[in-house]
């Protein structure tokens, strides 16, 4: 009796993204996270030398072509790039968004836009579509990974609602509480790129709904210093996914086999 007064409760209130719950919900910002909960998860991790994000891409059928481009990981300016979850039409609108305000920052004052701010922009955008009538929020939660010179390194995390939050480690996507809860138990205070790696991969690897776990199922990019202090986005190619997967002691038979 009690479920189906909720059920009536919320199709008394769900039906506008403008309209609030008598407990202060709003239903349609909920649906949308909902929505992210059935995407691909995506995992950030932050360490002392750079940012490491890794997604895994759904492969719904043997016969579907898989992109020769990358379908988790965006790169937005030469110093952010960002993890994606979710509707990835959604996202493509976002990024755009973001570039562009990145782009307009650079050209305005001959430097690199502080990561948060640029965060904080686009959340901006993603929290106007929970406010208005005739809109829908944005089916997408984001990990930003980027440098600055004022914070250095930083994670940050956003989900439709257009609320964000820095993170030392983050997940997002299918399975994310397991995953928080891994990261939460396994994440060292100084660790490297290349622990923070071996760490996304595991975490991954027990936490993601496919029963092996190979290169063509992931995305890996870093942003990272080089040696002349110059920021870099570098997304690994499969072959070197593959070592990786087999040095972190992750990959399954039926992937060694193959």
């Known amino acids: 009796m009690v479920f189906v007064a909720f059920i009536t409760m919320s199709r008394r209130y769900d039906s506008r993204t403008t309209i609030f719950s008598p407990e202060g919900r709003l239903y349609q910002v909920e649906y949308a996270m909902e929505a992210i909960g059935n995407a691909g998860s995506a995992i950030g991790v932050l360490s002392k030398d ?12 043997k016969l579907l072509q898989t992109s020769k481009t990358t379908e988790k990981m965006y790169k937005i300016d030469d110093h952010v790039a960002c993890a994606v979850a979710g509707i990835m039409s959604d996202a493509n609108i976002l990024i755009n968004t973001a570039r562009v305000a990145a782009q307009r920052y650079t050209f305005s004052y001959q430097e690199p836009m502080p ?5 904080q922009s686009l959340c901006d955008t993603k929290q106007g579509y ?15 990974a980027g440098w600055d010179k ?3 390194f930083q994670l940050y995390a956003s989900d439709p609602s257009g609320n964000y939050s820095g ?14 809860s891994m990261l939460k ?5 100084e ?5 923070a790696v071996e760490l996304a991969l595991k975490v991954l690897s027990k936490t993601m709904d496919s029963t092996s776990l190979t290169s063509e199922k992931l995305e890996l990019a870093e942003v990272f210093l080089s040696p002349t202090g110059e920021v870099k986005y570098q997304v690994r190619s499969s072959e070197s996914l593959s070592e990786l997967l087999i040095k972190a002691g992750v990959t399954q038979p039926a992937a060694e086999s193959s």
């Not at 993170?167 to 995953?179: H, S």
């Not at 660790?191 to 622990?195: A, G, L, Q």
């Open 115 to 119: 990561v948060e701010q640029l965060v």
């Open 167 to 180: 993170w030392k480690a983050a997940a997002i996507g299918a399975n994310n509480q397991a995953a928080q």
């Open 50 to 61: 750079g940012v490491v994000l890794i997604g895994e891409k759904k492969v719904t059928s």
């Open 191 to 195: 660790i490297t790129r290349e622990e």
């Open 150 to 152: 004022n914070y250095g």
């Open 130 to 144: 929970t406010q208005f009538g005739g809109l829908r929020p944005f089916g997408v939660s984001f990990l930003f």
């Open 185 to 189: 138990q396994d994440y060292k205070d």
